[in-house]
């Protein structure tokens, strides 16, 4: 994992609420400036097209349930969603066919390999294991409900339209860029395919779910997307339900066990909250009940989750208290009523 460079910033203990509308706006100049500092990692090239992203580009936003909006750098300069789009289609599958069922059809569990491994499907007997690698991630876009990928791609882009609050468009580029050279995803479905996993046409599957990593965001984007599932699936921006509370529930839960790659664990060690990256250099950080925070960010560790993006997501959690895990011991024993 990349060093995250806050081992001097004090945790506060964990809270209920954000602080104050300025607490926040300084909290977030401070990672900001912070992680600006950092100029660890490179940008993806397994995609051709991404090689060409200003590897200084750095955009950082937090939303809150309020709606309240925090933006600072380039936080609305685009970018493809890549794996981002894997929570918000696992979101909207959940929403459509139920907890017991994704948990049956996809999995939850961490492989502990690459997003893109071949070798974790054959090693669990063709469970795609969780839609935050691409097996699963296929597996979950092939379930999506519609009799055709036209179908279930109109399905997916309004969901994914509606958690962001606009409409997002696809980077034709990107989405040629990828399709040229995504033998490797296709290999994966046609091996779910054998396993029965898949039971549409794997190419078509393959087509949806390259276009939904290629819609464009921008990192004030992702923080509306994730406030989305922090504020019980309704979007605080836009006012309306995108999916349940469960279902909220259920996707951070995902994120948190396999949202950062095989650095999962670390990410949850470190910082405390449900996120997830991706390879164009995104990354969304969710404090259930509180807000979420956006990030763009192109340079990458080893694993493909964003330098900065996760600099600055540790500094927030400290500062603002935003890990779920903290807490501190309740020293005073409550005041005993006493009878008039
Ligand atoms: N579209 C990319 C792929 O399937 C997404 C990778 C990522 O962001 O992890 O390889």
């Not at 912070?34 to 936003?61: K, M, Q, T």
């Not at 054998?194 to 990593?213: A, F, K, N």
């Not at 999916?243 to 066990?257: I, K, S």
Request: net charge negative; proline share 6%.
């Amino acid at each position: 994992m990349v060093e995250l460079d806050v081992a001097g910033v004090a945790q506060a203990s964990h809270t209920g609420t954000l602080p104050p509308r300025d607490g926040v706006s300084l909290a977030l100049r401070a990672a900001y400036d912070h992680a600006l500092a950092h100029r660890e990692g490179a940008v993806a090239d397994y995609i051709p097209v991404l090689a060409e992203a200003d590897p200084e580009a750095f955009g950082l936003s937090l939303v809150d349930v309020t709606g309240s909006v925090h933006d600072i750098g380039d936080s609305r300069v685009e970018f493809s969603i890549q794996s981002i789009s894997k929570a918000f289609v696992y979101a909207l599958l959940c929403d459509a066919v139920g907890h017991e069922q994704a948990l049956a059809t996809v999995g939850v569990n961490n492989t502990g390999l690459p997003f893109n491994s071949v070798v974790a499907i054959e090693l669990n007997d063709g469970h795609p294991m969780n839609p935050m690698v691409n097996a699963g991630a296929l597996a979950t876009t092939a379930l999506i409900p519609g009799d055709s990928p036209d179908e279930r791609w109109e399905t997916i882009h309004r969901g994914l339209s509606a958690f962001a609050g606009r409409t997002l468009d696809v980077d034709e580029v990107v989405f040629s860029s990828e399709s040229a050279t995504n033998q490797r995803n296709r290999a994966i479905a046609r091996l779910l395919e054998s396993y029965g996993r898949i039971r549409h046409d794997p190419d078509g599957v393959v087509e949806v779910y390259t276009r939904q990593c290629a819609l464009l965001v921008d990192a004030h984007d992702l923080a509306v997307m994730g406030a989305t599932l922090a504020d019980g699936g309704v979007n605080p921006v836009t006012g309306e339900r995108v999916v349940g509370a469960e279902v909220a529930r259920d996707t951070l839960a995902v994120l948190a066990a396999s949202g950062l790659y095989e650095r999962s664990g670390e990410w949850l060690f470190e910082i405390g909250l449900p996120g997830k990256s991706g390879v164009a250099g995104g990354l969304v950080t969710i404090a259930p009940g509180k807000g979420a925070v956006g990030s763009y960010a192109p340079r990458l560790d080893t694993a493909g989750n964003s330098v900065r993006g996760q600099i600055a997501a540790a500094h927030l959690s400290r500062t603002l208290g935003l890990n779920v895990f903290a807490s501190t011991p309740r020293t005073a024993p409550p005041v005993p009523e006493v009878a008039p």
